[in-house]
């Protein structure tokens, strides 16, 4: 958002000192500013970033959240804990008003029920509940209990009372790990437990946090989710094949593949898809944020492994990861040569010819440029062109 901007912005929310320390003590500039960037992150004009700051900066307006935990790693919670802007403290304490998680709360045991139980009274149909991890349902869901309720016992009990639900992470979006093979103690994500109340489902293993906080921070503004796909996931992070950002689509579309960990494609970082990528049929925004605010390179494949789909339902932990990814765009040209040498080193003899014969057209054609502009310079210092006689 341009400077100038940014303080008539300002200026509409009031004085400074009115939320000088809402996102950690940052000035009224760098505030408007880290809003303006969430609202272009969820795809909004940069203007929407004062309605976002309003918002965050009211603390009267901060939703409740009651965040469960059913049969899951705590990835997804821990990946909350590796987030910057805002920082957890910041978030669990100035933007939302965290009731209750297993991992984050200061009390225990009954303490920690009873607070969650009050808190459901007191904001009924206006907090928000989260998820993350499956939800066993075999047996009435005797295999997951907390404070001897079953996980399904406390996700309908929670959720009857949400304003809205959402899953964080592919176990409780749709199953993911738990619900894989047998599945013997019946694990599903939460939108197949809670037919017919919306849910809001942010993917991933673990998913990016910023998916999770922009959707949040969507809800706290406009008292509504953000625009979702057909399986519950926010558009503006899943809108889009992991394919289409890869900072590898390059070497696919030419045809330069990796075809074994370790060999001189893998090492050259050429495409993955030969090794098992899931990344053309996955729906995700991972290349195009990284992880831990690092940026482009912090996630599977900027680390050379394979995308194994871990947002899509169907792909992720249920595709062996040497399985090649169905594609959904465009397949890649069978007609270029292996980059590969029959010894394992240098290139291939077809790659080599193949380069021969575009060097030689090369060649060839600065031939005829050469002799073409030869003659143009004859041409140039002939005595028409230059106005001497031939006397």
């Not at 176990?171 to 738990?178: I, K, L």
């Not at 998913?207 to 503006?236: A, C, I, M, Q």
Request: proline letters at 6%.
């Amino acid at each position: 958002m341009p400077d100038g901007l940014v303080d008539r912005e300002a200026e509409q929310l009031g004085d400074l000192d009115s939320y000088e320390g809402t996102l950690g003590g940052l000035t009224r500039r760098e505030f408007i500013n880290y809003c303006a960037g969430v609202a272009a992150f969820l795809g909004l004009p940069s203007a929407m970033g004062v309605k976002i700051a309003e918002a965050a900066s009211a603390a009267a307006r901060r939703p409740s959240v009651i965040w469960l935990s059913g049969s899951a790693c705590t990835g997804c919670t821990e990946t909350l804990l590796r987030t910057n802007h805002p920082s957890l403290d910041t978030l669990i304490l100035e933007q939302i008003s965290l009731e209750y998680c297993e991992t984050l709360s200061v009390g225990s045991g009954h303490q920690a029920e009873n607070w969650k139980k009050k808190a459901m009274q007191e904001n009924h149909g206006k907090y928000l509940m989260v998820l993350d991890g499956a939800v066993s349902t075999k047996d009435n869901g005797i295999y997951a209990k907390v404070a001897g309720q079953t996980v399904l016992e406390m996700v309908q009990e929670v959720a009857a009372g949400a304003a809205a639900v959402v899953s964080i992470g592919s176990c409780g979006s749709w199953g993911g790990w738990p619900s894989t093979g047998v599945n013997p103690t019946g694990c599903k994500g939460l939108p197949e437990v809670l037919k017919g109340k919306p849910v809001v489902t942010i993917p991933g293993c673990p998913p990016n946090p910023y998916n999770f906080l922009s959707t949040v921070l969507h809800f706290v503004t406009f008292g509504k989710l953000p625009e979702l796909d057909d399986k519950g996931r926010p558009k503006f992070a899943y809108g889009r094949l992991i394919h289409e950002n890869c900072e590898r689509r390059p070497h696919f579309d030419a045809g330069r593949f990796a075809m074994e960990f370790g060999d001189y494609g893998h090492r050259q970082g050429y495409c993955l898809y030969k090794l098992g990528c899931k990344g053309p049929e996955t729906y995700a925004n991972c290349p195009s944020i990284g992880f831990n605010d690092v940026g482009q390179g912090t996630w599977p494949v900027g680390t050379g492994h394979p995308c194994f789909g871990c947002t899509e339902q169907g792909v992720g932990f249920s595709k062996p990861i040497h399985e090649l990814a169905s594609l959904k765009s465009v397949a890649p040209p069978n007609s270029y040569p292996d980059v590969r040498s029959e010894k394992g080193n240098g290139a291939s003899p077809g790659a080599v010819a193949a380069v021969a014969g575009i060097t030689g057209a090369a060649i060839g054609a600065g031939a005829v440029i050469a002799s073409r502009l030869g003659k143009q310079d004859k041409a140039d210092e002939s005595p028409q062109s230059t106005g001497k006689t031939g006397a």
